[in-house]
């Protein structure tokens, strides 16, 4: 069983998918200002430069509402989601690594309560 291909967004974009977008953006800020992961950091800024161009795009369709921005847009669309699908591949990856540093840490916390003084 196939799952249907989603429908592209309405342009200019609804209220709601530009919320969720900037609501995205401005999340991608403070993770940029908060981590040092090199790999983490490079991705998320690609990601901002993606949601800010599309944004971006956006505010050029509602002004001028032409066929080339709206194609502009669809296209911005396109690469800002895929870079956001690396970006929360990314970050499930290291959601997955604390969880197991986390299991280590329980470890070592579990060993030296039960031998402290060694």
Known sequence: MSTPAPLPPTLPLSAD???AYEDT????QAAIEGTTDFDLLTTLNASQDDIGGLLSADDAYRIHADSAAFQAL???IGTTNKGLKDLKAKVDKVAG???KFAMVAGAITKVLSMVPGI
């Open 97 to 99: 690594d604390v969880g």
């Open 17 to 19: 998918i530009r919320a």
């Open 74 to 76: 669809l296209t911005q």
């Open 25 to 28: 953006y401005a999340k991608n």
